[in-house]
T-cell receptor, first 116, second 114 residues
């Protein structure tokens, strides 16, 4: 089954509010996690990443939190804007012996809708 | 500095035909990765190639699918005898070295099998 999954398929927030998108993973051997943003008709766009030896990383308006104890990842977007409307995916890199070390495992995605 | 270029953007094939999807990596990138995305799903890893070598094809279906990255020219994902279940968006990513940290994705090819 899926080793990376999302808690909510759709999240609707008011423009200017903060949003939190959640992700669960099951492989404790994963050592690297990425959040991607995908707009309609486009490829995934890198937002922010975090290594397993960290529990928090901040970027511009975005923060990723990693809780290895419960295998949970979240993406916080501050002061959301209309341009933040997209599908957000978490992805993990599994250091699997014998192959797959360079492939990402994606969750199913959360559709973030920013309401005016 | 062009990004990862994929063509065609949209491809329609009848069942039983062949589909060829092309990916030109970013300049300076010699590592190419192919992913498939079904509607309302995340991307699924298919294959990882370097020039003239397939490094990891653990995500490729055993039959009808093949990939290459020749010394000259783009990487090609080839699907023979397409079936309706092959309808999906196919994304290519490239990186300057092995590992996922330098990934850049293209805009994808949307394959529709009718």
């Amino acid at each position: 089954g899926e080793s990376v999954g999302l808690h909510l398929p759709t999240l609707s927030v008011q423009e200017g509010d903060n949003s939190i998108i959640n992700c669960a993973y099951s492989n404790s051997a994963s050592d690297y996690f990425i959040w991607y943003k995908q707009e309609s008709g486009k490829g995934p766009q890198f937002i922010i990443d975090i290594r397993s030896n960290m529990d928090k990383r901040q970027g511009q308006r975005v923060t990723v939190l990693l809780n290895k104890t419960v295998k949970h990842l979240s993406l916080q977007i501050a002061a959301t804007q209309p341009g933040d409307s997209a599908v957000y995916f978490c992805a993990e890199n599994q250091r699997v012996q014998g192959g797959g070390a360079d492939g990402l495992t994606f969750g199913k995605g959360t559709h973030l809708i920013i309401q005016p | 500095n062009a990004g990862v270029m994929q063509n065609p953007r949209h491809l329609v094939r009848r069942r039983g035909q062949e589909a060829r999807l092309r990916c030109s990596p970013m300049k300076g990138h010699s590592h190419v990765y192919w992913y498939r995305q079904l509607p309302e799903e995340g991307l699924k890893f298919m294959v990882y190639l370097q020039k003239e070598n397939i490094i990891d094809e653990s995500g490729m279906p055993k039959e009808r699918f093949s990939a290459e990255f020749p010394k000259e020219g783009p990487s090609i994902l080839r699907i023979q005898q397409v079936v309706r279940g092959d309808s999906a968006a196919y994304f290519c990513a490239s990186s300057p070295s092995s590992g996922v940290r330098g990934y850049t994705f293209g805009s994808g090819t949307r394959l529709t099998v009718v």
